[in-house]
Nanobody, 115 residues
């Protein structure tokens, strides 16, 4: 089993920055990909950023150039650095991991960007 716990969400003004953390525990050795999804009220959950075991990353066009995903393999922790935040970034951000067979989700952390 894999457990994911997010932290770092909060309220920030437009143009500000936040760093989200996702601490993984359990059988993290099996994880192939980790990422951050977000879901705004009334919208479908979408992938914001992902990172693979070899360090490859990809981003949604809406966050490219503003968000950076990184990881600390030794600590089984994934980060999402969010800069130049916009009100449309307001969402619950969920940490996600998969091992090729199963998908694991954190409970989410709220990010609110005020105008």
């Amino acid at each position: 089993q894999v457990q994911l716990v997010e932290s770092g969400g909060g309220l920030v003004q437009a143009g500000g920055s936040l760093r989200l953390s996702c601490a993984g525990s359990g059988s993290m050795h099996s994880i192939k990909t980790m990422g951050w999804y977000r879901q705004a009220p009334g919208k479908q959950r979408e992938l914001a950023a992902a990172i693979t075991t070899d360090g490859s990353t990809n981003y949604a066009d809406s966050v490219k150039g503003r968000f950076t995903i990184s990881k600390d393999n030794a600590e089984n922790t994934v980060y999402l650095h969010m800069n130049s935040l916009k009100p449309e970034d307001t969402a619950i951000y969920y940490c996600h991991a998969d091992d090729g067979l199963f998908h694991f989700w954190g409970r989410g952390t709220q990010v609110t960007v005020s105008s």
